[in-house]
């Protein structure tokens, strides 16, 4: 699915949020290592590596072409600073449900981003004909938490042991619903 958009954050920057292409791959693999990296709340680590670039260059490409799914991406001066995306759950009779998925730059967290691409993600999910957006966001995580509140986004349910941290161990995972028909 193809998505572009322009907004204004809170320190008067201009971010562009736009659907990500094949020729972002080495960009999108470097923000996906750094923000894996960066916190404990995502569900795997920047050393991992599950992927190189033609996989990504096909990865994006794919996303690009569906018209049930998107891969974006925030830029701020031609950088990204960031992704998020909407993913089809199944077809069939959980044809109606997607997944979305969020991570910023630390660098540049609390200025709007995260609202910016949480909104974009449900037009897109309204756009691709989902009735239902959901997500997994782990307990301490207050502040996304709060975010999908005030987007409208309520829990359905917790899972004590969600995660298997290394630092930390069981990280326990909040499941959020949001309505949209
Ligand atoms: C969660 C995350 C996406 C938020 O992005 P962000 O760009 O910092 O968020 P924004 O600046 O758009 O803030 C949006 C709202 O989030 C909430 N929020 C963000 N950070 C917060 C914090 N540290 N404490 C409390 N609330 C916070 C606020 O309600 C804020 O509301 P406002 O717009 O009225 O001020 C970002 O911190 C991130 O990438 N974290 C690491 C990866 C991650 O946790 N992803 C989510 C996995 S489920």
């Known amino acids: 699915m193809k998505y572009t958009k322009t907004v204004t954050l809170k320190d008067s920057r201009q971010c562009l949020i736009r659907s990500a292409e094949s020729g972002d791959a080495r960009d999108v693999m470097d923000i996906f290592l750094l923000t894996h990296d960066q916190t404990d709340f995502l569900a795997s680590y920047g050393d991992e590596g ?8 096909r990865f994006l490409s ?3 072409a569906s018209d049930k799914e998107v891969y974006l991406c925030s830029l701020i001066d031609g950088q990204i600073v960031g992704t998020a995306s909407i993913d089809a759950i199944g077809r069939s009779k959980v044809g109606h449900r997607c997944e979305l998925g969020v991570a910023i ?3 540049f967290w609390g200025i709007g981003i995260g609202r910016a691409l949480v909104t974009a993600c449900i037009d897109c999910a309204k756009s691709a004909g989902y009735s239902q957006v959901e997500l997994e966001v782990v307990s301490d995580n207050t502040g996304a938490i709060s ?9 359905f349910g917790r899972n004590p042991r969600g995660f298997r941290s290394r630092v930390c161990g069981w990280q326990e995972l909040v499941s959020m619903r949001l309505e949209l028909d």
Do not use: N, T
């Open 62 to 64: 794919a996303k690009e």
């Open 105 to 107: 730059d630390m660098d």
């Open 147 to 155: 975010l999908y509140e005030s987007l409208g986004f309520i829990e």
């Open 50 to 57: 599950f992927f190189d670039v033609d996989f990504e260059r």
